[in-house]
């Protein structure tokens, strides 16, 4: 039985969870745990795939659609925000990136679409030390994956930077939190439970911070990929080169000099 995932993923289901997709259970069945935080041995996070039960079901009608999801709750012990905030900021910027739209919220329960794939932090051969390591990396690194790498880069570049065109920022955007999905192959940001709104950003130079923040580590891959292919036209290549200072501190010389490299015949 095939199941909708996300609005371009779909999962085949075994017989037991099929059943249970037309019957469901009271409440929510947990088929897989996929993180936990703890703090001093208590719970503070934890990050389940489940099969939506009869409860979710009539409290969350998008989950009608999507039976199969994810489930972030959040303890009382993590003092956290209401979950509701990061709904209602998912929401927004799911209508203006292609990211799936949240599935729904309670006070310490946060659902939203399974996105089948791999963080993009799996996918990169950087991010060693000490951070000059990076470049020699680049230089032994085989040409094609610096080519898709570099593709896939592109891909989050454009996303961010339409996000804070309209006047959000994510807040958390490393690497982990880009999906990369094979089928499609497309990239996905996840994880906005701090997320900003440019009218929350005061002074304004708070907002300048938040936007370089979530460009940083796109560009250091960025720069590291261009020294094991050489520099790349576009505003990522662009832009990154021209921040190379302020990205990698004393490693810029050298990464700057590799990059060059490749020009030189």
């Not at 009539?58 to 303890?75: C, E, I, S």
């Not at 832009?239 to 200072?245: H, K, V």
Request: contains cysteine; aromatic residues 6%.
């Amino acid at each position: 039985m095939l199941v909708a995932l996300t609005p371009h993923h779909h999962a085949d289901l075994i017989p037991e969870l099929a059943y249970l997709v037309s019957a469901p259970p009271a409440h929510d069945l947990v088929i897989r745990t996929l993180a936990r935080k703890l703090s001093n041995g208590m719970p503070l996070i934890q990050g389940d795939l489940v099969l939506a039960g009869q409860d979710t079901l009539q409290a969350h009608p998008l989950a009608k659609t999507y039976p199969v999801h994810f489930r972030k709750t959040y303890y009382p012990t993590a003092f956290h925000p209401p979950a509701t905030i990061e709904f209602e900021r998912h929401q927004k910027i799911s209508g203006i990136i292609d990211v799936p739209p949240p599935i729904g919220a309670t006070r310490n329960c946060f659902r939203s679409c399974f996105i089948p794939g791999v963080p993009l932090s799996r996918i990169s051969p950087f991010g060693v030390e000490p951070i000059e390591q990076n470049i020699v990396v680049a230089q032994r690194a085989d040409p094609g994956l610096l080519i898709g790498l570099w593709f896939l880069l592109e891909q989050v570049d454009a996303q961010i930077s339409l996000l804070h065109r309209q006047g959000m920022a994510h807040g958390d955007l490393f690497l982990h939190n880009v999906i990369v999905s094979r089928s499609p192959i497309v990239t996905c940001l996840i994880d906005f439970e701090q997320s900003l709104e440019r009218s929350e950003a005061t002074p304004p130079a708070e907002w300048a911070s938040r936007e370089l923040r979530d460009q940083e580590e796109v560009f250091r891959h960025a720069l590291w990929v261009q020294a094991g292919l050489g520099p790349q036209p576009g505003e990522l290549g662009k832009t990154s080169r021209a921040r190379a200072t302020e990205l990698l501190g004393p490693s810029a010389a050298r990464c700057l000099q590799a990059i060059e490299d490749h020009s030189t015949l």
